[in-house]
């Protein structure tokens, strides 16, 4: 079993920064591929990004390119979501993902581990 704790969320003003982190226990955690994923209100829950290991790849989501970046520290066994230029269409409720194989995961379904959620707000 994997638990992830999601922390960092919160109201910031457009144009602001916020940084998320996913604290992760029970594995190891540079087996694990780690994702990003948000919902707004009514909406279908969105992939924001993932990054594996080794190698070091990332993938992002159209909406967040550019502006979002993914790190992951495998000694505090954490990974991050450094999120600029925010804007209110950003605001959701933003949770991390892992799942026990290698490689850049971007599909919901494939991650078994899910954290609780943080609730990002992005005032105008």
């Known amino acids: 079993q994997v638990q992830l704790v999601e922390s960092g969320g919160g109201l910031v003003q457009a144009g602001g920064s916020l940084r998320l982190s996913c604290a992760a226990s029970?594995?190891?955690?540079?087996?694990?591929?780690m994702g990003w994923f948000r919902q707004a209100p009514g909406k279908k829950r969105e992939f924001v990004g993932a990054?594996?290991?080794?190698?070091?790849?990332?993938n992002y989501g159209d909406s967040v390119k550019g502006r979002f970046t993914i790190s992951r520290d495998n000694v505090k066994n954490t990974a991050y979501l450094q999120m600029n230029s925010l804007k209110p269409e950003d605001t959701a409720v933003y949770y991390c993902?892992?799942?026990?194989?290698?490689?850049?995961?971007?599909?919901?379904?494939?991650?078994?581990?899910w954290g609780q959620g943080t609730q990002v707000t992005v005032s105008s």
């Open positions: 029970g594995r190891t955690f540079s087996t694990l591929a």
């Open positions: 993902a892992a799942v026990s194989r290698s490689g850049v995961v971007t599909e919901e379904r494939e991650y078994d581990y």
């Open positions: 990054k594996n290991w080794r190698p070091p790849i990332t």
